[in-house]
Nanobody, 123 residues
């Protein structure tokens, strides 16, 4: 069974940084586009960033552009999200997701999901 496991969440002050990781197992990682999504209490799940299979194509939500960086290491079956200049509105549960072949910004297009990691940014 495919597993995606996020880690790296936590509590940070506004302006701080966190690095999330998503470790994948039991799938051919390099065959999957990957994405990060987040969901705050009472809100819908929203797109954060996506990365193509070889890492050559990146796409970000406007709300995180210039502050977050998505990357992947196919040799380690791991994806990352470097989050800088964090704001209180970034507070959410962050999920990683895998989609066969192509990237997509819609959460419902993804095949596999992690359990999520909490990110809390205090003001």
């Amino acid at each position: 069974q495919v597993q995606l496991v996020e880690s790296g969440g936590g509590l940070v002050q506004a302006g701080g940084s966190l690095r999330l990781s998503c470790a994948a197992s039991r799938l051919t990682f390099s065959s999957y586009a990957m994405g990060w999504f987040r969901q705050a209490p009472g809100k819908e799940r929203e797109f954060v960033a996506t990365i193509s299979r070889n890492g050559g194509s990146l796409y970000y939500a406007d709300s995180v552009k210039g502050r977050f960086t998505i990357s992947r290491d196919n040799a380690k079956n791991t994806m990352y999200l470097q989050m800088n200049s964090l704001k209180p509105e970034d507070t959410a549960v962050y999920y990683c997701a895998a989609r066969k072949i192509r990237s997509d910004i819609n959460w419902y297009a993804y095949d596999y999901w992690g359990q999520g990691t909490q990110v809390t940014v205090s003001s």
